[in-house]
């Protein structure tokens, strides 16, 4: 029998899985807070400098501020304002970099030597770097630390996506898939009031770092992918999860046996074939990462620029960390309910959240600014963010479902790595209002509808099979949906080239 019909006989969502996706999905909201620290460990709070008309020199000015704020954060404990104050800034960049390096290198990683010694080995080292940050006695230290745990943080988020998917049938890839953008959601949230509760930035630290220590001790008892086993040519392996899937199930397998993924030229192929290198050969791959990865960058671009936008508001820095949060959850049941429609699938309904993104942000330079009304530009912005986050979640399920089994963390790497280059470049977009004021919104307007037209030359992966390798993509089943003849002609060239 093939992989799916094994789930069918194991169970594709039975106790086991439930148990084990709980604990992949609950570590979101360890990564949420690592991802978010910055914000309230790096809040300047006012200041005023004693006897301002005196002049000093850059040292002797910071033995002469006087916080008005009773705040404890790493600006008060190394008086990072002035020309120092871009080292906050620069310590939220180091992590970001840590991410995209993460990403990319990862992924790869992940598909050669396996799911969960990748997962267990960044998560262990995360926690680790964690504490560092929260026990830094130099700002130097504290900025090293930020940098590998985002590279821990890019790296582990990644598989930790791959493996809630791998675990459970097919048919219920977008629920997980959406659980665990959602939960990441709610760890934002849940971090705003974990700094409201603890307002000492290192005991901030050290208690949304404790939390994965949890994670990380349940993290232990999880198998290794059944998928990547079979992807690799590992049936017997594979077999011994499944058996062991379904004990735990409380289902009889024991003549599973699973047909060979042809069998040692496919493992001894793919093993050679597979790699970040091949989304760069493969004809399917090539023109399918091109637009993923564009999509991903836009995604990314409207999201972060649109949050940037929005949230230039007074108030409460705890209740905006949490709002930031919560304006997603929305977005998740919205996308969860289309993508499993026929007449939607995954292919229209991401295009159509980009298109309604990309339209919200048009349509705000048809409304005034500050107008009073009920229809306002922060209105429109936040109906931008909203369908930008379900075309986000959607683009991390249908990625997964677009690339073979054997190279999907090495795909997912590659668009990670674009997402984060367009969430560099977000911070910049909204400085283009000295050129006009509508531009920043023409850009994410653009970038939306753009995505949005790519996404619709992608295949529909609703209720298909799942791709185990590479070759299964030059198949006609796995073709692209405005896919040519002589670009099928090229995919099976490659297929025969590479017997």
Same mark, same amino acid.
Request: aromatic share 12%; charged share 15%; with cysteine.
């Given at each position: ?174 629920? $997980? ?5 959602? $939960? ?34 349940? &993290? ?86 649109? $949050? ?5 508001? &007074? ?89 073979? $089994? ?77 896919? &040519? ?15």
């Amino acid at each position: 029998m093939d992989l799916e019909e094994a789930f069918q006989i194991v169970g594709e969502f039975g106790p086991f899985q439930k148990r084990a996706v709980a604990v992949l999905v609950l570590t979101q909201v360890y990564m949420a807070c690592q991802s978010m620290l910055i914000v309230l460990v790096g809040h300047t709070p006012e200041y005023r400098i004693e006897q301002q008309g005196t002049a000093f020199s850059q040292q002797e000015v910071l033995h002469h501020v006087i916080f008005t704020e009773d705040t404890d954060s790493i600006v008060t404990e190394w008086l990072l304002i002035k020309q120092q104050a871009y080292k906050v800034s620069l310590a939220g960049s180091l992590f970001f970099a840590g991410l995209l390096v993460g990403n990319v290198v990862f992924g790869p990683l992940s598909d050669k030597i396996g799911r969960r010694p990748v997962y267990l080995a960044g998560f262990f080292f995360e926690v680790v770097f964690g504490y560092v940050t929260a026990l830094a006695p130099s700002y130097e230290v504290f900025a090293v630390s930020r940098l590998l745990v985002g590279l821990m943080n890019g790296g582990i988020g990644l598989v930790c996506f791959v493996l809630t998917q791998e675990y459970v049938g097919k048919s219920y890839w977008a629920m $997980t898939g959406t659980l665990t953008s959602m $939960t990441f959601a709610v760890g934002i949230a849940l971090f705003g009031a974990l700094g409201y509760l603890i307002q000492p930035w290192r005991s901030l630290a050290i208690a949304a770092n404790s939390s994965g220590v949890l994670f990380f001790l349940l &993290s232990v008892t999880l198998p290794e992918s059944p998928r990547w086993l079979y992807s690799q040519g590992q049936t017997e392996r594979a077999e011994e999860v499944l058996r062991y899937i379904a004990l735990r199930n409380g289902n009889a397998a024991n003549h599973l046996m699973l047909q060979g993924v042809g069998s040692a030229k496919a493992s001894n192929h793919d093993n050679r074939g597979a790699g970040v290198l091949q989304l760069v050969i493969h004809p399917v791959l090539r023109l399918r990462t091109m637009v993923l990865m564009y999509i991903w960058y836009a995604c990314s671009l409207v999201y972060y620029g649109l $949050t940037l936008g929005a949230s230039e508001t &007074s108030g409460n820095r705890y209740v905006n960390v949490a709002m930031y949060g919560l304006v997603e959850l929305p977005a998740y049941p919205l996308c969860l309910y289309f993508i499993n429609k026929n007449w939607a699938g995954r292919r229209k309904s991401m295009a159509s959240f980009l298109f309604l993104a990309g339209s919200a942000c048009l349509c705000t330079m048809l409304v005034p600014e500050n107008t009073g009304t009920l229809l306002s530009v922060t209105l429109l912005a936040l109906v931008g963010k909203l369908m930008v986050s379900a075309a986000f979640n959607i683009a991390y399920v249908y990625t997964s479902e677009l690339y073979p $089994t054997v190279i999907r963390n090495a795909g997912l790497g590659v668009c990670s790595m674009s997402c984060r280059v367009g969430g560099i470049l977000a911070p910049f977009v909204p400085s283009m209002r000295a050129v006009h004021t509508s531009m920043p919104f023409t850009v994410f307007s653009l970038s939306g509808l753009s995505a949005g037209c790519l996404g619709l030359l992608l295949p529909e992966t609703l209720n298909k099979p799942a791709v185990e390798t590479l070759e299964e993509l030059v198949s006609p089943t796995h073709s692209r949906v405005l896919e &040519s003849k002589a670009l099928l002609y090229e995919g099976y060239k490659w297929k025969s080239n590479h017997k």
